[in-house]
């Protein structure tokens, strides 16, 4: 099969999302300039340097409470800062729960049943007993084309690593099995990894 994105796809659901898979979900938190909280999953999400360390992430549509974007987007060209908490297979219910559409002024930390706490080097707060989450000050967002693309990068200030998730010096993945966003409503979970050496090791 062979489709142009411009003609459809003549498929019952979009295929792209399935290709570009498995996707890490960046549970990006922000802040909005009047101290309301906003937590949101994110699959077009990744890291992109590692000197200073980088992230990005991308927000698609609009919310009808926000002028063309969605409340974190928002938030971040309002204040310059977000986190990026990472979701473990435990937290999925929440992190789904934190995806819904509401109204801007509604903490979804408390919707979702999660603990806010602050971050140390920015004004925002972060999932408390996340396996892990990055303090990140915006550097940059980017207008795509298309309606109401935008990516935000930021650099990476602060990182909070939980403790149960080292092992021997290692920020092991399987302790908490993190999730994944796959197509359509799935996802899937890291339970096994296998290592390959490099050429140039």
Known sequence: MF???EDGHG???NPFNAIITPRPIGWISSRDGDGVNNLAPYSFFNGVAYFPPQVMFASTGVKEDQDNTKDSMAN??????????????????????SSATLDKSVDEFAHAGL???ECETINCARIE????ALECKLTKIVTLPGESNRVAFGEV???HLRDDCLRDGIFDVTTYRPLAR???RDYSVVRELFSLQRPDD
């Open 3 to 5: 489709y142009r994105p």
């Open 11 to 13: 498929l019952p659901h």
């Open 76 to 97: 971040i060209e309002e204040t310059g800062e977000f986190c990026v908490n990472v979701v473990e297979f435990a937290a999925r219910d929440s992190m789904n729960a």
């Open 115 to 117: 603990t806010a706490v």
């Open 129 to 132: 007993g996340a396996p892990a």
């Open 157 to 159: 200030t602060g990182i």
């Open 182 to 184: 796959l197509g359509y």
